[in-house]
């Protein structure tokens, strides 16, 4: 037997050894279940399957990328060329280039991200002359989305009276109007968004007998990795391709099911065994992740979930720490507590910042952990927010890009017919729109056709209109014999928006240039990495393909060494030694709105059990007592899910007898935000003042039952005195004495930091702050 089988123990040994047929893995978190599926994928060429008859479905590119290398490793990287591996959406938006045009599309159609998806919403909205407020362009967008996930066409919705009552309801009895021309507009613009890549995959394959025989014929074997987060539109896309040779594994944990809201479906998992005869079952037990305690501790609290398959998790691992719970006043002050303590590590254990990650429940709360690591000069990467591909300037110039290949591309076009302004106005625009309504042709073509065309436009725009045109198709001539970043460059420079950037002259306008920079230096490499792989030429096409399906997961190159910021959800199949999970409290992580049902709050402790799951040596968790949300500072409580963890396998990190205070002094001296003579003189307390001290479960039930409240008025309420500055002395009406030590900020975002006689330093915003000047 080949050598590589024996790094696996015999529990995953047999489902790498199974022979034809399905299968399917369950198993918890860390259990080796993404090694099943590659070792497998490895045995069975090693057996002498072709890797061209191999189709391996990943959650993220770079889990398909990394499992590639994996592969090539032990089987040569020859062998394991012809492997289609990869995201549902980049595995169908492939095989949609090849036969897509059986449904009307071009091989080149444009990929639409959510923001085009959303634009174009928005002024479908606006066009059929509708209230914005009632049909809000982002609930749409999802409510499409979601009828394109469960395969309800513009069709089966208008012959589904529950659907079209529901919308009444909701007051909202047009959406099935906006919905059918959404569609209409996204297949004249040659467009696909990221749903159609499943749902026109699932129509090609139903409609074509021989294009589903073609592929099934090729794909013999199917992997599956997450499966519990497949929603029904890749189901069918799987069960249709697996139908004839039925050599289908799975792999899977129930228990880190948390897509539910994006319509993943765990009955997939569940049903698995009715949908396929003679199923091999396999289960793994052992985690090789994670020390004793992070195993124990998720187990226990798992274990509250009532849905859910019975399952052990056990480990050899050492024991380990325990799990670190720690409290702070704020969320600055939480920032700063994480900072140090990835600073500390790394200083004491020589640990890299790529070991350390940091996992909240949504995007926003970065900012405060950012600014501390900043403060620390700690790098790191944020993922999942505005990623690089969506910055303005860089959408601006891809739009050019996507125009070159696919002139019909409407949002494309929109973006960048007065970008950089060259005299084409909104109304020029609303013309052109209405005339390829009519037309049922593309604004592009309007364009081309504008002499023609009576619209009421004067011969000096039209002759602008015609300049944009030609440009464009210039850039097509040139396309056909430069690599993708001579003609990126060339774009850059000839459509002026560089020289944009570059007039404007403020440190904005520098960044974005150095930004367009950056995505220059980007297709470069992309060009140069491409010549080298077979298949592929390093065109244009191709690089904005990449593009349009990167998740910034997948820009991870590890080139520098940086702390990782996610949220949870992002996180799924990952793993560091060291993972904070900040932003423990009720509302926010239970999320407030997913508290309703017991399903909702279930799915909520999957997600905790995800992010606990993914540290192996270490794990904290932080909250606050005041949070601002919604520019507001409220009352935080701390989660429900603290108490839930089996006590055995945490530690308050707080200290109860007064360490506290001294605590926050030593974080301020750190930072050097407060003149270290005057911490001197302050007296050390005893005893922990009862507003900061470490509630004990008790006091934790009984503060959750306490809802949370605005702790500051609505509106500016305050009495500052405009000559408020360092060193002035305060009074606040709930935190008392204190002293200015720095302010920051203007206007509305004007900033006090304030050391409090009582020992804490908090950041308020003046615009809320209750103080007064002494
Ligand atoms: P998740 O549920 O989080 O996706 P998983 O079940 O897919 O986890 P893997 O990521 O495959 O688990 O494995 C977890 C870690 O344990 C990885 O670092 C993997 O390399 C390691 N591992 C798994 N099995 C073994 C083994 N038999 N020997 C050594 N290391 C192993
Ligand atoms: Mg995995």
Same mark, same amino acid.
């Given at each position: 037997?080949?050598?590589?089988?024996d790094?696996?123990?015999?529990?995953?040994?047999?489902?790498?050894?199974?022979?034809?047929?399905?299968?399917?893995?369950?198993?918890?978190a860390?259990?080796?279940?993404?090694?099943?599926?590659?070792?497998?994928?490895?045995?069975?060429?090693?057996q002498?399957?072709?890797?061209?008859?191999?189709?391996?479905?990943?959650?993220?590119?770079?889990?398909? *990328?990394?499992m590639?290398?994996?592969?090539?490793?032990?089987?040569?990287?020859?062998?394991?060329?012809?492997?289609w591996?990869?995201?549902?959406?980049?595995?169908?938006?492939k095989?949609?280039?090849?036969?897509g045009?059986?449904?009307?599309?071009?091989?080149?159609?444009?990929?639409? +991200?959510?923001?085009?998806?959303?634009r174009?919403?928005?002024?479908?909205?606006?066009?059929?002359?509708?209230?914005?407020?009632?049909?809000?362009?982002?609930?749409?967008?999802?409510r499409?989305?979601?009828?394109?996930?469960?395969? %309800?066409?513009?069709?089966?919705?208008?012959?589904?009276?529950?659907?079209?009552?529901?919308?009444?309801?909701?007051?909202?009895?047009?959406?099935?109007d906006?919905?059918?021309?959404?569609?209409?507009?996204?297949?004249?613009?040659?467009?696909?968004?990221?749903?159609?890549l499943?749902?026109?995959?699932?129509?090609?394959?139903?409609?074509?007998?021989?294009?589903?025989?073609?592929?099934?014929?090729?794909?013999?074997?199917?992997?599956?990795?997450?499966?519990?987060?497949?929603?029904?539109?890749?189901?069918l896309?799987?069960?249709?391709?697996?139908?004839?040779?039925?050599?289908?594994?799975?792999?899977?944990?129930?228990?880190?099911?948390?897509?539910?809201?994006?319509?993943?479906?765990?009955?997939?998992?569940?049903?698995?065994?009715?949908d396929? +005869?003679?199923?091999?079952?396999?289960?793994?037990?052992?985690?090789? *992740?994670?020390?004793?305690?992070?195993?124990?501790?998720?187990?226990?609290?798992?274990?509250?979930?009532?849905?859910? %398959?019975?399952?052990v998790?056990?480990?050899?691992?050492?024991?380990?720490?325990? $799990?670190?719970?720690? *409290?702070?006043?704020?969320?600055?002050?939480? /920032?700063? =507590?994480?900072a140090?303590?990835?600073?500390?590590?790394r200083?004491?254990q020589?640990?890299?910042?790529?070991?350390?990650?940091?996992?909240?429940?949504?995007?926003?709360?970065s900012?405060?952990?950012?600014?501390?690591?900043?403060?620390r000069?700690?790098?790191?990467?944020?993922?999942?927010?505005?990623?690089?591909?969506? *910055?303005?300037e860089?959408?601006?110039?891809?739009?050019?890009?996507?125009?070159? %290949?696919?002139?019909?591309?409407?949002?494309?076009?929109?973006?960048?017919?007065?970008?950089?302004?060259?005299?084409?106005?909104?109304?020029?625009l609303?013309?052109?729109?209405?005339?390829?309504?009519?037309?049922?042709?593309?604004?592009?073509?309007?364009?081309?056709?504008?002499?023609?065309?009576?619209?009421?436009?004067?011969?000096?725009?039209?002759?602008?209109?015609?300049? =944009?045109?030609?440009? %464009?198709?210039?850039?097509?001539?040139?396309?056909?014999?430069?690599?993708?970043?001579?003609?990126?460059?060339?774009v850059?420079?000839?459509? /002026?928006?560089?020289?944009?950037?570059?007039?404007?002259?403020?440190?904005?306008?520098?960044?974005?240039?150095?930004? $367009?920079?950056?995505?220059?230096?980007?297709?470069?490499?992309?060009?140069?990495?491409?010549?080298?792989? +077979?298949?592929?030429?390093?065109?244009?096409?191709?690089?904005?393909?990449?593009?349009?399906?990167?998740?910034?997961?997948?820009?991870?190159?590890?080139?520098?060494?940086?702390?990782?910021?996610?949220?949870?959800?992002?996180?799924?199949?990952?793993?560091?030694?060291?993972?904070?999970?900040?932003g423990?409290?009720?509302?926010? =992580?239970?999320?407030?709105?997913?508290?309703n049902?017991r399903?909702?709050?279930?799915?909520?402790?999957?997600?905790?059990?995800?992010?606990?799951?993914r540290?192996?040596?270490?794990?904290?968790?932080?909250?606050?007592q005041?949070?601002?949300?919604?520019?507001?500072?409220i009352?935080?409580?701390?989660?429900?899910?603290l108490?839930?963890?089996?006590?055995?396998?945490?530690?308050?990190?707080?200290?109860?007898? /007064?360490?506290?205070?001294?605590?926050?002094?030593?974080?301020?001296?750190?930072?050097?935000?407060?003149?270290?003579?005057?911490?001197?003189?302050?007296?050390?307390v005893? /005893?922990?003042?009862?507003?900061?001290?470490?509630?004990?479960?008790?006091?934790?039930k009984?503060?959750?039952?306490?809802?949370?409240?605005?702790?500051?008025?609505?509106?500016?309420?305050?009495?500052?005195?405009?000559?408020?500055?360092?060193g002035?002395?305060?009074?606040?009406?709930?935190?008392?004495?204190?002293?200015?030590?720095?302010?920051?900020?203007?206007g509305?975002?004007?900033?006090?930091?304030?050391?409090?006689?009582?020992?804490? $330093?908090?950041?308020?915003?003046?615009? =809320?702050?209750?103080?007064?000047?002494?």
């Open positions: 037997m080949s050598s590589f089988i790094e696996l123990n015999d529990a995953q040994k047999a489902p790498v050894l199974h022979k034809d047929g399905p299968l399917m893995v369950i198993a918890g860390g259990s080796g279940k993404t090694r099943v599926l590659t070792y497998r994928i490895a045995y069975l060429m090693a002498g399957v072709d890797s061209f008859n191999i189709l391996a479905l990943t959650f993220t590119n770079k889990a398909a *990328r990394e590639k290398e994996r592969i090539a490793h032990i089987v040569g990287a020859s062998e394991a060329k012809n492997l591996m990869g995201t549902f959406h980049s595995v169908f938006a095989l949609l280039r090849i036969d045009d059986k449904l009307g599309y071009p091989a080149n159609f444009t990929i639409y +991200d959510t923001q085009d998806s959303q174009l919403i928005a002024s479908i909205i606006k066009e059929m002359g509708l209230d914005k407020d009632i049909y809000k362009y982002k609930q749409i967008q999802n499409i989305s979601s009828f394109k996930n469960s395969l %309800i066409t513009v069709k089966a919705y208008r012959n589904d009276p529950d659907l079209v009552e529901q919308d009444a309801m909701a007051k909202k009895p047009r959406t099935g906006i919905y059918e021309n959404y569609v209409d507009r996204c297949f004249k613009a040659g467009a696909m968004d990221f749903d159609d499943l749902l026109r995959t699932n129509e090609l394959l139903t409609r074509y007998p021989d294009v589903l025989m073609k592929y099934q014929n090729r794909f013999r074997y199917i992997l599956v990795d997450e499966y519990q987060d497949t929603n029904h539109s890749q189901y896309i799987v069960k249709a391709l697996a139908d004839r040779f039925q050599n289908i594994c799975v792999v899977g944990d129930d228990a880190q099911s948390i897509y539910s809201f994006r319509g993943a479906n765990i009955s997939n998992i569940l049903n698995f065994q009715k396929y +005869d003679n199923v091999g079952m396999y289960r793994l037990e052992q985690n090789y *992740r994670s020390t004793r305690n992070i195993v124990n501790a998720a187990n226990s609290i798992i274990g509250k979930n009532q849905n859910q %398959i019975e399952k998790v056990w480990t050899d691992n050492d024991d380990g720490s325990s $799990i670190k719970i720690h *409290r702070s006043t704020t969320d600055a002050e939480e /920032g700063r =507590f994480v140090n303590s990835i600073w500390e590590h200083m004491q020589q640990m890299t910042n790529g070991q350390f990650c940091v996992l909240y429940r949504t995007n926003s709360q900012r405060a952990i950012e600014d501390a690591l900043r403060k000069d700690i790098p790191y990467r944020i993922y999942g927010g505005l990623s690089f591909y969506q *910055r303005k860089i959408k601006d110039v891809l739009s050019y890009l996507r125009l070159v %290949i696919n002139p019909k591309d409407e949002e494309a076009l929109k973006r960048v017919i007065n970008f950089p302004a060259r005299g084409i106005g909104g109304t020029t609303d013309k052109l729109v209405v005339a390829a309504n009519h037309y049922n042709r593309s604004i592009f073509e309007v364009m081309e056709n504008i002499d023609r065309i009576d619209l009421k436009i004067n011969s000096g725009t039209k002759r602008k209109l015609q300049d =944009f045109v030609t440009m %464009i198709k210039s850039f097509q001539v040139m396309n056909e014999t430069t690599d993708a970043f001579a003609l990126s460059e060339h850059a420079k000839k459509t /002026g928006i560089l020289l944009e950037f570059k007039k404007d002259g403020t440190p904005e306008g520098i960044g974005k240039m150095e930004n $367009i920079e950056e995505l220059l230096n980007g297709i470069k490499d992309f060009v140069e990495g491409q010549q080298e792989i +077979d298949e592929a030429t390093g065109s244009i096409s191709e690089f904005l393909e990449d593009v349009a399906l990167a998740t910034d997961l997948d820009n991870d190159t590890g080139d520098d060494d940086r702390v990782a910021l996610m949220t949870i959800h992002l996180a799924k199949g990952l793993e560091f030694p060291y993972v904070y999970i900040v423990m409290e009720e509302d926010l =992580f239970p999320s407030g709105m997913s508290m049902t399903s909702e709050l279930e799915e909520e402790r999957r997600l905790f059990y995800v992010a606990l799951t540290a192996e040596k270490q794990a904290y968790l932080t909250y606050t005041n949070r601002y949300r919604w520019g507001k500072l009352d935080a409580e701390p989660s429900r899910f108490e839930e963890i089996d006590e055995k396998y945490v530690e308050n990190l707080t200290p109860v007898d /007064g360490g506290y205070r001294y605590k926050s002094l030593i974080n301020a001296d750190i930072f050097g935000e407060v003149d270290k003579s005057k911490l001197r003189q302050q007296k050390p005893r /005893g922990t003042p009862p507003s900061i001290s470490q509630p004990n479960s008790g006091q934790l009984k503060l959750r039952k306490i809802k949370p409240q605005l702790s500051e008025p609505v509106g500016n309420t305050n009495k500052i005195d405009p000559n408020l500055q360092e002035s002395l305060i009074n606040h009406t709930r935190f008392g004495r204190g002293k200015v030590v720095k302010i920051e900020g203007a509305n975002d004007r900033k006090a930091e304030i050391m409090f006689d009582k020992g804490d $330093i908090k950041k308020l915003l003046l615009r =809320f702050a209750k103080l007064e000047v002494i």
